[in-house]
């Protein structure tokens, strides 16, 4: 049988705060692993690739509508955004 202490069971014995202790420096932020690191800045660069593709296409096709929307994403998701046709 598991027993419970009630607040009663503690009268009589003297209590004592723990001192408070002195302000300690905030720890710098983790840096992340290298290849971590490396991965976000691939992922950056493919990004601002892509997005610099769309703004060249717009610029030679005009302006964007659905029709045009829906070929870039076609060509990103087969990947053929190579040489212009």
């Known amino acids: ?11 009589g014995v003297p209590y004592k705060a723990a001192p ?3 302000a300690a ?5 983790p840096r992340r692993r290298l290849w971590l690191r490396m991965l976000d800045r691939m992922l950056d660069a493919r ?7 769309v703004a060249q ?3 030679r096709r005009g302006k964007l509508t659905d029709s045009i929307e829906r070929e870039i994403a076609e060509r990103f998701a087969s990947g053929n955004w190579g040489p212009r046709q």
């Open 25 to 29: 420096k905030p720890l710098p932020a």
């Open 1 to 11: 049988m598991a027993y419970v202490a009630r607040p009663s069971d503690f009268h």
């Open 47 to 53: 990004q601002r690739n892509a997005e610099q593709e």
């Open 20 to 22: 408070l202790a002195p």
């Open 57 to 59: 296409y717009l610029a």
